[in-house]
Nanobody
Framework: QVQLAESGGGSVQAGGSLRLSCTASGYTYSSSCMGWFRRVPGGRREGVAAIYTNFGATYYADSVKGRFTISQDNAKNTVYLQMNSLKPEDTAMYYC????????????????????WGQGIQVTVSS
């Protein structure tokens, strides 16, 4: 059974930083993408960043490029999302996801390409 556990959310003032973590267990495919998504109340789940875990290649949404960094620690089966220069519009519930892939690109930010999801963690940025 695949399980994803997010941690590291919270509240911060605009301009501040947070680091989210997502630890995966039970995933047995040899190739995978892990993605971070976010959703505001009443909104769609938006892809933020993704990483091809085999080689570390990454892809970002334009809205976070230059501010967010996705990285991984394969020994810990953990992916991180370092979020800097946070803005109030970054406030959302953040989710991590994992599924089979053979590379990373814009498709890796589409939620329908992922079967396994974490429970989500709240990030709140105040002005």
């Amino acid at each position: 059974q695949v399980q994803l556990a997010e941690s590291g959310g919270g509240s911060v003032q605009a301009g501040g930083s947070l680091r989210l973590s997502c630890t995966a267990s039970g995933y047995t495919y040899s190739s995978s993408c892990m993605g971070w998504f976010r959703r505001v109340p009443g909104g769609r789940r938006e892809g933020v960043a993704a990483i091809y875990t085999n080689f570390g290649a990454t892809y970002y949404a334009d809205s976070v490029k230059g501010r967010f960094t996705i990285s991984q620690d394969n020994a810990k089966n953990t992916v991180y999302l370092q979020m800097n220069s946070l803005k109030p519009e970054d406030t959302a519930m953040y989710y991590c996801a994992i599924d089979f892939c053979e590379g990373v690109g814009k498709f890796a930010l589409a939620e329908n390409n992922y079967e396994y999801w974490g429970q989500g963690i709240q990030v709140t940025v105040s002005s």
